[in-house]
Every structure is written in structure tokens, then in C-alpha cells.
């Protein structure tokens, strides 16, 4: 039976492959739905229809601001279970002229995965089914599934054996798919690079509904799944990845110092300590109301940190009291959950909720901002609305790599990188996107130029959105917000865009878009 299912499944490659290039200009839904009822099993495709719909579109939905009366919702959500599920999708979208969304865990900043910024029909493909984690402890790799959390696949990893990890981002309920695909930097980035830094190989479905593997693609498809950005060139359904090694312990430290503990000058000096200290460590800051919250990862012990501390950052006043020791993963519950006690099994849990409005931008800083504009920057978080900023810290290994390995290009020169996030319940979030939007703009001067940097993993659609003519989506219009995401990278996954996907199937608002000879 299942050698009948492939069989059938190539035949139906085979003969839509023939057509492809005269796919529909106007999208035809019901027979699309006809279609994927005839392909994948009625139980994996929910319609508009469905009393299951709204439920199973919104499980995964990370912000209320992206599930309201007015939503451009899709025509309807499939749930594939194996690679042939979303094969199919594919064709059958190709041949109606019905694009897809793909979402893996829900947590595109701007609800991209799942719903539309502009009236279309769409389908979306959730891969929430296809999660697996495989680990090969004797290689000291893993094969993980797009649908996977990255909760899931640190459990997974290190659940028996606490000194494999791997660096990746720090919510556990972010889908590896799409944190993959924007490079996915985190806690270990010094010492081991971003995600996509340690991607070995992935399994692909292409615009044409290929399945293909490292070899199959080629090298220039691999280097741009690899950080390019989600929804772009193809359906990536699962990663192997190399694990990297990390001490039985480690140890954790959170420290808050406010202004009247001098957090401005902390602050301040932060900017060149954090950047160059060891690789091993890594000391992030969250600036909220008065204070600044400095929360290290350091990959050995105590006495070692405080040693290491009290000759590079005294300024923080660090002692062994504030040392927190734990495994690898234990510390991804610490900071995930801020409680120590949190067990790790908590990392597996997939719920969501819609009770907050969320917004973020970014930045990224190549010179240290100065000490009076840190105090001038701590008075923009007395405002009415304030949210938080996250300095992520760079240096270190991410110094060492090419600006064009990988299509992240914010390495070599980069301090750190900044997210901006502001928050709010039901009162229309006036105040908190107005103070996001101003803020922002009080920190243009101080922050990367020409162009101003952005990190496509924190989407902002506020930077632009693709232009579209004649039902292909432009090169000039994609350079306004492209080139702020990838720099002198998005040329190339343009390029690669076009061989790929030339007559972009695989579009949303800031998609890559084909740089095809003659069109701009």
C-alpha cells in the first residue's frame, strides 16, 4: 500500500510538473479544496466549514493582535502528517492558484505564517504533526522536524545526556522551522554560532512539489534556506543539525541594578565588556521601567565566572552568591520560566494565549552608545506605554564568520543586537505603539546605517512591504525592507529566489522576491 501511495504520489509530481508554468492567475478555491481532499486524508484538512477550524488555526497563534473580526484568515488549515501531505498541498495549490502560508510554531512577529496583511486566498500548512527529534548520540547530531518547538528539541537532546546541546534561541515554544530559517541567534551564539551556523543537511519540498535533500538542492538553495528568511523558496519539513558539547554544569546568574545603583554606567560599559568577554560567556540585558537586568550563561563554574568577572566587568559587582548552578537544560528552563524550580519537562508545553497584543521592532549597534544618551534613553521608559529592549550581545565566534556564510549578515563589527517589544491587553495599544514608533525613531542615530540593520526574525512590517505587478513581486520594492534584514546577502537570495521559485508561489508581504533578468 504504501509503495502504491508513492508511486501515485510521483505520477502526480510528474504530471503537474508539466504545467506548472501556466499556473492559474486567478486562484480557484473550491477546486483546491477539491483537490487536497482527493490527495491527503479529510481528517489533516480543516475548512472555513469546520466546526474544528478556528480551534486548530489558532493553536498556534502567539499574538491577539493577529486574531481579530478583522484577520485576513485562510480558506483553510492542513495538517500533514508525512512529507507526501505537503508534496501534495503544493500541487494542489500550484495548479488552483492558491498560495500557502507555512507555520511552525506561530511566532512570526507579524503573524505571517498564518494570515494575510492584504486580502488573498491562502491555505496554511501547519506543521505541528511533524515534530520528531532524532538524535544520534555516537555522531553527536540530530535530525528535527520543522513542526518541532525548540523546547522539544533541547529535552529531546539533553534529556539523557546532559552535555549535548545546542545553540539555538531561548522560548521554548518557538518553532524550529521558522527560528531556523532567520538564522536563530541565542544564549551560545559566542561560542557556537547562530542555528544555522550548525545545520548539516534538511529535507526540502520545492514550488514544483520535489522532495530533495542537501545534495539535491544544491549549495546555493542550502545557503539560502539557511537564515533567508521563512516562506520564500519552499517548504523546509525537517534539519539535521550538529550538537555541540557543553560542561555537566553550568552556571546562571541574574543581576538587577537600578539607576540608583548606577545601571547607566553598568550599561554603558556593558557595551564593550560583553561583546569581547570569553567565549564562553554570555551576558544579555533587559532594560524595563528603572533598571537594567543583566542574565549571563557561563559554560563552567562559579569560582571560575567569579574570577573571570571580577577581571573584566567588576562594575557589575558580581559574587558567588549570585551564582545559580544547573545542567544545560535546566538553565533553558531558569531563563524561559524565571524560576529555578521550573522542571524541565515544562519545556515540551506548546500553549499558547491570546490575552496580550504584542509589537516589536529591531536594531543593531556597531559603536557604544554613550553614557548621557544611556540617561536619556532610561527616561524614555517613565512614558506612558513603555515596553522593554533586549541587547543581545555579539563578538566572539559570531566575529569570526563571513558576513556572506550564511545569509545573516550582522557579524564581523556587530556590538549587539536590540529588540524593542511593547505590550498590551485590549485598549487598542495606542500608547504602547506610539511609544514603540517614537522611541525607534529617537534611536536611528545611534544604531547601524545605510542601511539601518534589522533581525528578519523579529518581522516588522513597518520597514516595508513587497510591491507586486503582474502577479510577480518586485525586485526594487524587496530591496527597501530586504536589504536591512540581509544587507549585501539579498541580492543573492534573490537570485537564488529565481531559480527556485521563479514565478513566486511562495510569496507573502516580505517574501524574497525573484530577481529575474529585465524586471526591477
Not at 472555513?48 to 493553536?59: E, I
Not at 537564515?227 to 539535521?240: E, N, P, R, Y
Request: charged share 15%; glycine share 10%.
Amino acid at each position: 500500500m504504501a509503495m502504491l501511495k508513492g508511486l501515485a504520489l510521483a505520477l502526480l509530481v510528474s504530471f503537474f510538473s508539466c504545467y506548472l508554468a501556466s499556473v492559474p492567475s486567478l486562484a480557484s478555491p473550491d477546486d483546491f479544496l477539491q483537490c487536497l481532499r482527493e490527495k491527503i486524508p479529510s481528517e489533516l484538512v480543516y475548512t472555513k466549514s469546520s466546526s474544528s477550524f478556528a480551534g486548530v488555526l489558532v493553536s498556534s497563534i502567539r499574538s491577539a493582535r493577529f486574531f481579530t473580526n478583522t484577520t485576513v484568515r485562510p480558506l483553510c488549515v492542513v495538517t500533514p502528517t508525512d512529507a507526501s501531505h505537503v508534496q501534495a498541498a503544493v500541487l494542489c495549490g500550484r495548479m488552483q492558484g492558491v498560495r500557502l502560508r507555512v507555520r511552525s510554531g506561530g511566532h512570526d512577529y507579524e503573524g505571517l505564517s498564518y494570515r494575510s496583511a492584504r486580502p488573498e486566498v491562502f491555505g496554511v500548512l501547519d506543521l505541528a504533526n511533524l515534530r520528531a527529534v532524532s538524535v544520534n548520540q555516537l555522531e553527536s547530531t540530530a535530525w528535527v522536524d520543522s513542526g518541532a518547538t525548540i523546547g522539544e528539541l533541547y529535552y529531546t537532546i539533553a534529556k539523557d545526556n546532559s552535555q549535548l546541546a545546542f545553540p539555538a534561541g531561548l522560548c521554548p515554544t518557538i518553532g524550529v522551522g521558522g527560528h531556523f530559517s532567520g538564522g536563530a541567534i541565542g544564549m551560545m551564539m559566542r561560542k557556537y554560532g547562530l542555528a544555522v551556523d550548525n545545520v548539516l543537511d534538511a529535507k526540502f519540498v520545492t514550488a514544483n512539489g520535489d522532495l530533495l535533500d542537501r545534495a539535491g538542492m544544491g549549495e546555493d538553495l542550502f545557503w539560502a534556506i539557511r537564515g533567508g528568511g521563512g516562506g520564500s523558496f519552499g517548504i523546509v519539513l525537517s534539519w539535521k543539525v550538529q550538537l555541540v558539547q557543553v560542561p555537566p554544569t553550568v552556571t546562571m546568574f541574574n543581576i538587577a541594578k537600578t539607576l540608583d545603583q548606577g545601571a547607566v554606567d553598568i550599561v554603558t560599559r556593558w557595551q564593550d565588556v560583553g561583546p569581547s568577554l570569553p567565549n564562553d560567556l554570555t551576558i544579555r540585558v533587559i532594560v524595563q521601567g528603572q533598571q537594567a537586568l543583566f542574565q549571563a550563561l557561563y559554560l563552567g563554574t562559579c569560582s571560575s565566572l567569579v574570577s573571570t568577572m571580577g577581571d573584566q566587568f567588576p562594575e557589575l559587582t558580581m559574587t558567588s552568591a549570585d551564582c545559580q548552578s544547573m545542567t544545560w537544560l535546566q538553565s533553558i528552563a531558569f531563563i524561559s520560566f524565571w524560576n529555578r524550580d521550573t522542571p524541565v519537562e515544562a519545556l515540551l508545553s506548546r500553549t499558547t494565549s491570546l490575552s496580550t497584543y504584542t509589537k516589536s521592532k529591531s536594531d543593531y549597534v556597531q559603536s557604544a552608545i554613550s553614557k548621557g544618551v544611556w540617561k536619556d534613553i532610561f527616561s524614555w521608559f517613565t512614558m506612558n506605554g513603555a515596553g522593554l529592549v533586549i541587547l543581545e550581545p555579539h563578538g566572539g565566534f559570531m566575529g569570526s564568520v563571513p558576513t556572506d556564510a550564511t545569509p545573516y549578515p550582522h557579524r564581523s563589527g556587530v556590538l549587539y543586537n536590540v529588540q524593542y517589544m511593547v505590550f498590551w491587553q485590549g485598549d487598542g495599544g495606542t500608547a504602547a505603539n506610539t511609544w514603540l514608533g517614537n522611541f525607534y525613531d529617537f534611536m536611528e542615530q545611534y544604531v547601524s546605517k545605510n542601511p539601518r540593520q534589522a533581525y528578519v526574525n523579529y518581522r516588522d512590517l513597518d520597514i516595508g512591504q513587497n510591491v507586486v505587478v503582474d502577479d510577480v513581486t518586485t525586485f526594487d520594492g524587496g530591496k527597501v525592507w530586504g536589504e536591512q534584514y540581509f544587507a549585501s546577502n539579498f541580492q543573492r537570495l534573490a537570485s537564488v529566489k529565481a531559480a527556485v521559485d521563479p514565478t513566486d508561489y511562495f510569496r507573502n508581504e516580505q517574501s524574497i522576491p525573484p530577481l529575474v533578468q529585465g524586471r526591477k
